[in-house]
């Protein structure tokens, strides 16, 4: 009898194991956000770019947010970039901490995403010692579906150890962000500058509104110029500073290789007050009756 309840233990013990080895492949591919490539040879002195990337093959999604902890001691975040994203709206702009060997970020798509491999953000790394260092998502790293409900899912965390090499050869250390740099020739994609005015921002005052993604580096910064003012860097979205709204307005978009694309607004023109509309008939009115009254008194005869 002992021999028959130990020979079922271990049936169901294989029967465990059997069911995961078949369902754990279609789990794993169902939602999961992880690095790329996976597998790197980086030696001490590397830049080096590492990709976030998701999978939701049975869900459509169109928001996640994520933070993800990295080694401090061995690596060094230079920049982060949103070039090539499928993400066009940034909640949160990409952000990171070398001091606290942290990274947060939180993007959206209106369109949503149901599929497979596509790029989150570029981490453009620094390998500072040799020895492993190794990348976490943290739990509170979520997809959001697409069901007007912004229902949150937890997709698989998949962590990553490098192996950070001492550089044996004479060879000077590999920078591929440099390259990447190099490289991009691409303009910024074409985008549109929207005119907005609501209560709730700038106190009612006019504003513009602009975006643009990058497929190579990303957008580093815009530039808005006013008519004859100056270009200045800024954020959408923008309160003008001519709220006559009078003045051409240009936008510059520039990636992180230098390309620009400029695009040009001309407002709208504002309705006259109806105020203003009758004080001009009304002086209009008091100039022809005065030039009438003028060519009246020429067309009189003289006494003389």
């Given at each position: 009898m002992t021999n028959f309840k130990k020979q079922n233990k271990i049936a169901a013990v294989f029967c465990f194991l059997f069911l995961g080895l078949v369902f754990l492949p279609?789990?794993?591919?169902?939602?999961?956000?992880?690095?790329?490539?996976?597998v790197k040879e980086i030696y001490k002195d590397d830049v080096f770019i590492l990709e976030v990337r998701i999978s939701s093959s049975d869900?459509?999604?169109?928001?996640?947010?994520g933070v993800l902890l990295f080694n401090k001691n061995k690596l060094e975040v230079k920049e982060l970039s949103a070039g090539g994203s499928l993400f066009d709206v940034?909640?949160?702009?990409?952000a990171f901490s070398n001091q606290d060997g942290k990274i947060n970020f939180t993007a959206g798509t209106p369109d949503g995403f149901q599929g497979e491999n596509a790029l989150v953000l570029k981490i453009i790394f620094l390998a500072k010692n040799t020895g492993e260092a190794k990348l976490d998502f943290q739990d509170a790293t979520s997809f959001f579906l697409h069901d007007g409900k912004g229902t949150p899912i937890n997709p698989w965390l998949k962590s990553l150890t490098l192996n950070i090499l001492e550089r044996t050869i004479e060879a000077g250390a590999k920078d591929e962000w440099q390259l990447l740099i190099e490289k991009d020739k691409?303009?910024?994609?074409?985008?549109k500058i929207v005119l907005g005015q609501e209560p709730s921002v700038f106190d009612n005052?006019?504003?513009?509104?602009f975006f643009t993604t990058d497929k190579e580096s990303g957008i580093a910064y815009y530039e808005v110029k006013e008519g004859k003012k100056d270009s200045i860097k800024?954020?959408?979205?923008?309160?003008?500073?001519?709220q006559s709204l009078q003045s051409l307005i240009k936008v510059k978009a520039v990636d992180k290789a230098g390309n620009e694309r400029i695009v040009e607004y001309m407002p709208p023109q504002k309705p006259i007050p109806w105020r203003i509309i009758i004080g001009i008939i009304i002086g209009l009115a008091?100039?022809?009756?005065i030039v009438r009254k003028f060519l009246i008194s020429n067309k009189m005869p003289s006494n003389n």
């Open positions: 279609s789990v794993a591919k169902a939602s999961r956000i992880y690095f790329s490539p996976v869900q459509l999604i169109n928001a996640t947010e940034w909640l949160q702009k990409p691409t303009l910024p994609e074409p985008f005052q006019y504003f513009i509104s800024a954020e959408s979205p923008y309160l003008l500073k001519d008091i100039i022809i009756l």
